[in-house]
Nanobody, 121 residues
Framework: QLQLVESGGGLVKPGGSLRLSCTAS????????IAWFRQAPGKERERVRC????????SYEHPVTGRFTVSRDYAKNTVYLQMNSLEPEDTAVYYC??????????????WGKGTLVTVSA
């Protein structure tokens, strides 16, 4: 079974940047669409960005528009979420999730366990 692992979270000051990574051990992510979600304390989980197996990205009407970028490195079997101009409101656990069909659907097939991002002075 596909196991996704997020990394790159941590503590960052407002205005700073972080790059999150999503990888899979023993599986290639290249055939999957990968979406990034986040869940802030006391709030519902929300989708942030998605990238299809072919590399097409999907943005959503979202406060991160213009600040967060999703990309993938097929050679490294890794999907990234580049987060710039971080704000305290971006504090959340960030998850990556995979879609077997390779297309950014609403339904995810596999989930990672998440990585915590804390934006604070």
């Amino acid at each position: 079974q596909l196991q996704l692992v997020e990394s790159g979270g941590g503590l960052v000051k407002p205005g700073g940047s972080l790059r999150l990574s999503c990888t899979a051990s023993g599986f290639t992510l290249n055939d999957y669409a990968i979406a990034w979600f986040r869940q802030a304390p006391g709030k519902e989980r929300e989708r942030v960005r998605c990238i299809s197996a072919s590399g097409r990205t999907t943005s959503y009407e979202h406060p991160v528009t213009g600040r967060f970028t999703v990309s993938r490195d097929y050679a490294k079997n890794t999907v990234y979420l580049q987060m710039n101009s971080l704000e305290p409101e971006d504090t959340a656990v960030y998850y990556c999730a995979a879609v077997v069909s390779g297309v950014c659907h609403l339904t995810m097939d596999y989930w990672g366990k998440g990585t915590l991002v804390t934006v604070s002075a």
